[in-house]
């Protein structure tokens, strides 16, 4: 029998990062040495307090079935957390939702406030998945391009320029995936008014909040006037080094945090339950947590520099300003003359340099390609240098 697909994913595409990451695991498995500047996750183990409480739970017994919105204590901890690091202290663990990663935290959101009719205004470059998420609602994604000149971030302006009375919500990602750019307090005031004043749900990915460099990123419940409208989005994977774990939440008004419960009991049901208690112990065994996400983000920062300093050289190269998060956006616009000239770039740089970067494309910005330095600071540096050289090539 023939398989047709159902209007549901009908317009679905194949994540375009986690299709590098397999080609680069498929060109390694084949003997071929190769620098890896696609992926998207630490390379740090995950510290050993938090492997250990898992291993403690384990033998506790957490390994059956618990709440749908996640086992209370730990929904406590993401609360006050979020009350000691940002908001006046009146978020309550009735507000937080634990889901298998922030993903699928995103994709409820976007699930539960969305559908047919709405348009939802997604800054440019984003993350891929945050299109395909608002498509799978039924709902259009709008992008607003960001200008070069602002490190590829939008303004509250922009947004209002591109709103019509259709639209219902926005995405917001600081620091931002893929260009490594964080919006400062100004800039995330202004749009979180902007989004309050016209009634839009905002949904606030701030999955790379705690790896930033040039100072503490500003998040939004610091700045939102108000939280009727607000959906934070957060989890484990980035900072403390645990994408495989898959715990994410979201911090959202009481309603939305219900509907988004009954939907996630009938899709997935809860997170695994030695997960949660593993996540339990990052937020709560506060100075070994952040203890070791200072080491680790010392180890990004450090990589960021170095990375920047391979780039010294070669001034025609112009990138966004990394900020956070671990990705160096690199424009290679007018590469070799394609159309799409960031497939083109990487295919190339892919074929002859044997390294591994994510096509703009894959964010809505075909002239640009990201590079990850996720890696050790060696293999950053050269892969870099190598990209630099080619982009200089021609």
């Known amino acids: 029998m023939d398989f047709r697909p159902s209007a549901n994913i009908a317009r679905l595409k194949e994540s375009a990062t986690l299709a590098v990451a397999a080609k680069a695991r498929a060109l390694k498995a084949a003997g071929i040495p190769l620098l890896d500047l696609g992926q998207g996750e630490p390379d740090f183990?995950?510290?050993a307090f938090i492997r250990e409480a898992a291993t403690e739970a384990l033998a506790a017994g957490a390994t059956r079935y618990t709440a749908t919105e996640g086992i209370l204590p730990l929904r406590e901890a993401i609360a006050a957390d979020a009350n000691r690091l940002w908001g006046p202290g009146d978020v309550s663990p009735a507000e937080v939702l634990?889901?298998?990663?922030?993903?699928?935290?995103?994709?409820?959101?976007?699930?539960?406030?969305?559908?047919?009719?709405?348009?939802v205004l997604i800054p440019t470059p984003a993350w891929t998945s945050y299109y395909e998420m608002v498509t799978l609602a039924r709902a259009t994604p709008v992008p607003v391009m960001g200008d070069p000149a602002n490190a590829l971030k939008v303004t509250a302006p922009q947004l209002a320029e591109a709103a019509t009375p259709q639209t219902r919500g926005l995405m917001l990602n600081s620091p931002c995936n893929p260009t490594g750019a964080v919006y400062t307090r100004d800039e995330l005031a202004a749009i979180l008014a902007l989004a309050a004043e016209r009634g839009w749900w905002v949904l606030a990915d701030e999955i790379y909040q705690r790896i930033?460099?040039?100072?503490?990123?500003?998040?939004?419940?610091e700045v939102a006037p108000t939280r009727a409208n607000l959906i934070v989005i957060n989890g484990v994977a980035k900072a403390y080094a645990m994408t495989g774990w898959r715990i994410g939440w979201t911090i959202?008004?009481?309603?939305?945090?219900?509907?988004?419960?009954?939907?996630?009991?009938?899709?997935?049901?809860?997170?695994?339950?030695?997960?949660?208690?593993?996540?339990?112990?990052?937020?709560?065994?506060?100075d070994e947590a952040d203890a070791a996400v200072r080491t680790m983000v010392a180890a990004f920062h450090r990589r960021r520099d170095a990375v920047l300093a391979a780039l010294a050289p070669f001034p025609a190269v112009r990138?966004?300003?990394?900020?956070?998060?671990?990705?160096?956006?690199?424009?290679?616009?007018?590469?070799?003359g394609a159309a799409d000239a960031g497939a083109a770039f990487a295919t190339r740089l892919l074929e002859e340099d044997q390294v591994a970067v994510v096509p703009g494309g894959a964010f809505l910005t075909p002239d640009w390609v990201r590079a990850s330095y996720a890696t050790t600071e060696a293999i950053a540096v050269e892969g870099v240098t190598r990209l630099a050289r080619r982009l200089v090539a021609g």
């Open 45 to 47: 183990d995950t510290p």
């Open 98 to 119: 634990v889901s298998n990663g922030s993903k699928q935290s995103l994709f409820n959101a976007c699930f539960c406030c969305f559908g047919p009719g709405d348009e």
């Open 212 to 221: 930033s460099f040039d100072g503490p990123a500003c998040a939004a419940l």
């Open 252 to 286: 959202a008004p009481p309603a939305v945090t219900r509907a988004m419960n009954a939907f996630q009991s009938h899709t997935t049901s809860n997170a695994a339950a030695v997960s949660q208690h593993a996540a339990l112990a990052a937020l709560a065994r506060r």
């Open 319 to 336: 990138v966004v300003h990394p900020a956070g998060a671990f990705y160096l956006y690199v424009h290679v616009g007018g590469f070799a």
